[in-house]
């Protein structure tokens, strides 16, 4: 099984599921071609979310804003699970997430014609190559360098002070949920309470429905980090937040 | 063969997507995941359009304003499709026009650690467990309780009086195209001629390129109900709808 | 394999599968269905840059201004692969790119109770069909006649006059890369330097990155034409082009 992930779009894709499939007949499944774009952050927060539930595969993540330049290619090893792309973080928060320990392999590789699309014919190809001789290959083949030199990323972790907790939003999902940094067990005791979000109060809930549609409330998403969303409405545009923005969090008694 | 219908953007899918593949390695084949957002009636229309064309298949179904509530899930058995997916009436229009008679199935589930994103921890495993088992599964594993106590979702009926026929747009597709519950049966006199659309003359023809680009036209879609579209246009804007917005046709003889 | 590629969105692509999954258990394999809408000459553009990199495949291609009018249906044959769509160019240029020589097949078809949704009620049917006998349907079956009596699609000529080379944006991807009909050969001694877009410098470069982000550069694509990109930011908006826009190089030796 051969999984996809990038920031294209379409029609780029294709051109790398042709490449793929010229070298193997691998299962493909898409896992997003809609990644934010040029967000090496973003891709890393949702592939960590997503890539866990797979059963053992080759990942291909192409989110590369420093495509053409010298950021280095790699391979991750994550029990039987493969992460191929680029150097630039966005492997190493989802292979955690995949198993406790990972291997990180820097990849030689010869530079191609165009210097824009290194997903169809750098990428693509590795990827399907790795596929069809398995994880071993990281071991055996000399294009692969066990390393620890390479680049992740980090999710700013929240500040508490006292009731107060000064987070921020990581993402905001295609529903409109603008899901925070603050891990969601802050809001063990307040379920069926209310606390303040940037100064206003909103109702703490398990769950969407439990409030009347168009109405706000904080939850735990699936993600198990507080959400700050709107039942059948948007919670970015009720909160009047974004992603990237801060958002401050106190946790009272009413 | 597991089709998937969600009304979740992306990449949420894909979490759904590993959740199976943990589970079977059947043929996946999305249909489609930006259907109106919990818009359950709208869901049930397209579905009802597209999942009769499917070979016999699990069809796993997830829009689902009320995920985390105690509204239930079912299995509806239809020929030899199975459709998956909340008890919130989604499932209904689609089985039955599968098959002239179905099976209804309420399913006893453990309600998961969250209580967001049941697509992925209830109805995705439950959609694969019945694609290894097979049909049959809904009449032998006690889980499984037959019912006639479920929603379902009905469409309007347009109303006439006399040449006047009083309907409403259902949904608007990505082309623009206003598709009326009003039956194409209407226009059947009419091709080639004149009707009123809210007072305002449209030509009635039987396919697009049949008036100029960007001229407005009367027609019957794919779906066999009366559509508003614009050849290389979009209908909605020409004539100024919108799902869920009455329109008026006038049938005249001019 | 069978790729399916169309201007549809969704969710009418799902119904062209299950059309097809009726007749045959071929791989599928999305190439895009959000190409340019009923822009013949975009779609064309797109999939001459993408089909090539499959392996030998039969290509559903349906973007159809002109469906239920008596336009013709064409099967192409390049290679070992076959492409299978309307008659009004969008085959043409990819076929070319797969094979030097092609052979161009009209189609007699039964027009269907539908004249609005061929792709599901002629062309799916037709390329499962083509799929499960082989290339070589075309030859034997009398239903497809040799023919070089069909539509094909041209894009326009770059002018050149000295230093000035006048073309004009084909189309913009996702990114908002504004890719020209000028072929990136007329670059090839100016990277590192700048040259004139319609009167302003911009530099040329090989890739997004050499400059800072947000600032704009022109440079070869995948598709090894000139084009007008902004590092992780939209090469039309910062160049004020559109697809069809008409565009002004002039190499400078500044």
């Known amino acids: 099984m051969l999984t996809l992930a990038s920031d294209f779009g379409s029609p780029y894709p294709a051109a790398m599921k042709g490449a793929i499939l010229q070298r193997t007949d691998a299962r493909l499944v ?6 934010p774009r040029q967000d090496v952050r973003a891709a890393a927060f949702w592939l960590r979310e997503v890539l866990p539930y ?28 493969v992460l191929v792309g680029p150097d630039n973080g966005v492997l190493i928060p989802p292979a955690a997430a ?12 010869d530079e191609p014609a165009s210097q824009t699309f290194h997903g169809r014919d750098v990428f693509a190809p590795l990827a399907a190559e790795v596929h069809e ?18 680049e992740t990323v980090t999710f700013p972790e929240p500040e508490r002070d006292g009731p107060t907790i000064r987070g ?3 993402v ?19 379920f069926g309470r209310s606390i303040r979000i940037d ?46 923005d801060a958002v401050e969090l106190t946790l009272t008694s009413d």
């Not at 898409?30 to 990644?35: C, F, G, I, N």
């Not at 001789?133 to 390479?150: H, K, N, Q, S």
């Open 30 to 35: 898409d896992v997003a071609h809609d990644l």
């Open 98 to 109: 995949i198993a406790d320990t990972v291997a990180v392999y820097a990849v030689d590789y």
């Open 199 to 244: 100064g206003e109060p909103a109702p703490v809930r398990r769950t969407y429905a439990t409030v009347s549609p168009g109405q706000r409330l904080v939850t735990v998403g699936s993600h198990e980090n507080v959400e700050l969303a709107v039942n059948q409405g948007r919670g970015d545009e009720a909160f009047g937040v974004a992603a990237g």
């Open 54 to 81: 797979f059963p053992p595969a080759v990942h291909l993540v192409v989110v590369d804003p420093c495509v053409g330049t010298d950021r280095g290619v790699l391979a991750v090893a994550a029990d039987d699970h």
């Open 133 to 150: 001789a398995g994880v071993g290959l990281l071991e055996t083949d000399g294009r692969f360098t066990p390393t620890d030199d390479y």
């Open 172 to 190: 905001v999902d295609d529903f409109g949920n603008a899901i925070t940094n603050v891990p969601g067990s802050v809001l063990d005791e307040h």
């Open 168 to 170: 921020e939003v990581l």
